[in-house]
């Protein structure tokens, strides 16, 4: 071989090296095994990586070399995979696990717990939590003190109930992650511990991973423990948290910033028609669109011309045409084209293609429709709602499943003036069925997992009531991106529009007043005591009381209720509820019991005798509270002064004074000296009795015996006297209602 010939070769070698675009920065790692380490991360000196949150690694001691990252706190994350271009990692995370014996003892337990960096989040879009067994209840929290939990749960009996390639709830279980999500706890639970599962299921499994990635087999149900199982999952990293006008210019030459979706940062890009790294000073390089022969990205006819981010498509000589117009091409200048056959048959196959791609496009479309519904159905808990109700007789014939199409015929697709009201849990639409029932749909916001819980929590809670004065729950609808209840139509509004709407220009009278706190009062006993399992409102107030044309009380919305297991007397829970029907004692303990709800219904027996609100401006800073207004009425002997004209003109005086200190006991601080709601819808239909046969006014002790106990007040020259003192607890209450 010649010397020139060498030197020609050894050119050609040195371009080619060249024109490989570099990932790492100088004289840095780039692999780590098979795996590539592109600049921002890092191996070795602090030049290599950005950060310490991108430091690698390189684990040459195991089986297989892998970079790990370290988290911190002990969780280290071998990683499979990093996409500079997406701003994606897949890296590889242990699977919980709980198996048992025969006889239902745990053998192997292993709770998975993982914490990423403040860079790095797990991809919504990507991932799935997946739980594998026939006895299972899979947990994932977030474990950095969000209080978010969500989970699924996979029941079967015998693996002829179970489809290989389903992962519904038979077998294996599915649910989606949310937004942001880098703290998590995954656990295991387990009804029968196995035990009716055992000959071909002795073990659950639960793990975060890439969607992409498992596909379910009746196989996976036989597998046993004692060894590390692991699965991929997708992370999404940023490289700083900042908007990209507060980050400037950081991206390398021909690159884009880029704002994360789940607002975590931003992300460096190439340009189009860029390749390479754009964290390095160099940037993204041109990429060479005609340097491949073998995949000219022009007609054969023509010749590619390279440019900065693009190329261009010029004509050979002897060929006449625009090389550049895509699949026409050059056309050599000796032969007339024969245009009209060509174009005719461009025009017929044109059709037929549009025809075809119509079809086609119409039937993914419908396929798209069918399994968006099925993962609605999914992801808004019907899987886990199904499971709940479908052990309770009697709930089918109460409870329907609607589809989206009726529901949209019902409301004129949920035309805005179909609303008939709104709040903190979503709109109330009304509508008219194909059977011409007048309903009223519930439609909740975007909600995250613990307002699906709530949902779910609201029609288990619903299907299970059969009372007069609770609204009647006829159905749901899972297949839309947020879940609908549908409910009887009540026509008269809310207690609360009623009582302080000028809309509502005639008040109700004052029989009427004490029936609807009997009514419901009634209710709330009901929900507490006469009930299988008893169920906590947590959001009593008047705009949760509905009115139909006869003014009879029906008791709504149950987001916020839970049901109490019979040996529990009280709960640890979030406060939640109404500003200004919130229970003190609640507020400052984070424990929920019946008597929270007395405290909530003593507001509205004010609210029905003053006809005030229970929060407004327009009162004193000291009396913002409808309730430490009222009660501060009662000790200032003015409580005659503060009730509303129609109740004082209409009602009987020694009957108010009865019902006032029934609200004033509801309102008691502290939650033992209040009355059970049993005791108050005893006292009220007492009450009620004294105003249907007024002549048991005349005897002083019957009336007081109706009344229950002895009330210690008297009445002075129109106003009432009390011989209890709030003290110091009506100090403390005023600073909360503040």
Not at 135 to 148: H, K, L, Q, R, V
Not at 476 to 484: I, N
Not at 622 to 638: D, T, V
């Amino acid at each position: 071989m010649g010397w020139s010939l060498k030197l020609t070769i050894l050119l050609l070698c040195v371009e080619a090296a060249a024109s490989v675009t570099p990932l790492t920065m100088p004289g840095c790692r780039e692999y780590c095994g098979d795996v590539s380490i592109p600049y921002p991360f890092g191996v070795g000196d602090s030049i290599c990586f950005k950060n310490p949150y991108f430091e690698l690694y390189c684990n040459e001691s195991s089986f297989y070399q892998h970079p790990v990252l370290f988290f911190g706190k002990g969780s280290n994350v071998p990683i499979l995979n990093i996409s500079l271009e997406l701003g994606l990692l897949k890296v590889d995370l242990l699977q919980a696990r709980d198996c048992y014996d025969r006889s239902g003892i745990s053998v192997d337990r292993f709770n998975q717990w993982f914490a990423f960096a403040e860079f790095f989040t797990l991809s919504q879009t990507r991932n799935k939590f997946t739980a594998i067994g026939c006895d299972t209840i899979a947990f994932m929290t977030d474990s950095a003190g969000e209080s978010f939990t969500t989970g699924c749960v996979s029941v079967c009996n015998s693996l002829d109930n179970v489809t290989g390639g389903v992962c519904s709830g038979i077998g294996c279980c599915q649910t989606p992650i949310p937004t942001g999500f880098r703290n998590v706890t995954m656990s295991l639970g387990s009804v029968f511990n196995h035990t009716n599962s055992f000959d071909f299921n002795p073990c659950s499994y639960a793990f975060l991973a890439d969607q992409e990635w498992f596909n379910f087999s009746r196989s996976d149900l036989s597998s046993t423990g004692n060894r590390l199982r692991t699965a991929p999952a997708v992370v999404e990293f940023v490289v700083e948290k900042k908007t990209c006008e507060e980050a400037g210019n950081k991206c390398g030459p021909n690159s884009k910033c880029s704002y994360s979706h789940d607002g975590a940062g931003y992300r460096c890009h190439c340009n189009l028609g860029y390749q390479g790294n754009p964290y390095l000073p160099q940037g993204c390089q041109d990429t060479d669109e005609c340097g491949d022969i073998h995949n000219n990205p022009c007609v054969k006819e023509a010749q590619c011309i390279n440019t900065k981010g693009n190329y261009s498509c010029s004509c050979r000589r002897g060929y006449r045409g625009d090389g550049k117009v895509y699949g026409i091409g050059c056309i050599r200048g000796t032969k007339a084209f024969p245009i009209m056959p060509v174009v005719g048959g461009t025009g017929l196959s044109i059709l037929f293609l549009l025809a075809c791609g119509s079809l086609l496009y119409y039937t993914i479309k419908k396929r798209k429709l069918i399994k968006l519904r099925q993962k609605f159905f999914q992801q808004n808990g019907g899987l886990l709602l199904q499971q709940q109700i479908s052990s309770r007789r009697g709930v089918s014939d109460i409870a329907k499943i609607f589809s989206e199409e009726d529901l949209k015929k019902a409301t004129n697709n949920f035309d805005e003036s179909h609303i008939i009201g709104q709040g903190g849990y979503g709109r109330v639409y009304k509508g008219i069925l194909p059977d011409k029932r007048v309903v009223a749909i519930k439609k909740s916001k975007i909600m995250d997992q613990s307002q699906i819980l709530q949902f779910i929590n609201e029609v288990d809670i619903l299907s299970q009531i059969n009372h007069r004065n609770v609204v009647k729950l006829l159905g749901c609808c899972f297949e839309t991106e947020v879940p609908l209840l549908v409910y009887e139509f009540i026509s008269n509004g809310t207690l609360y529009q009623h009582l302080h709407n000028e809309d509502h220009a005639s008040p109700i009278p004052w029989e009427k007043r004490l029936r609807i706190a009997a009514e419901t009062a009634g209710a709330l006993a009901y929900l507490h005591s006469a009930h299988s399992i008893p169920v906590l409102h947590r959001d009593m107030k008047t705009a949760n009381i509905l009115l139909d044309d006869n003014y009879i009380a029906k008791v709504s919305d149950f987001g916020a209720s839970r049901l109490v297991p019979m040996d529990q007397t009280q709960m640890t829970t979030l406060v939640q509820g109404t500003l200004g029907y919130l229970d003190p004692e609640c507020f400052h303990t984070g424990q929920l019991t019946d008597k929270s709800d007395v405290y909530s219904f003593g507001v509205v027996l004010a609210e029905l005798l003053t006809g005030e609100e229970p929060l407004s401006p327009e009162r004193p800073p000291e009396h913002k509270s409808l309730a430490m207004y009222f009660l501060s009425s009662i000790k200032e002997n003015r409580l005659f002064e503060i009730l509303e004209n129609e109740v004082l003109n209409e009602g009987n005086r020694e009957q108010l004074m009865a019902v006032a200190m029934l609200a004033k006991r509801c309102l008691k601080l502290k939650g033992e000296e209040r009355p059970t709601m049993k005791e108050v819808a005893a006292e009220l239909e007492g009450l009620r009795k004294i105003q249907q046969h007024p002549w048991v006014q005349g005897n002083q002790e019957e009336t007081e015996y109706l009344l229950g106990e002895p009330s210690s007040y008297s009445i002075d020259n129109g106003n009432a006297t009390g011989q209890e003192s709030l003290g110091n607890d009506f100090i403390l209450e005023i600073d909360i209602a503040r």
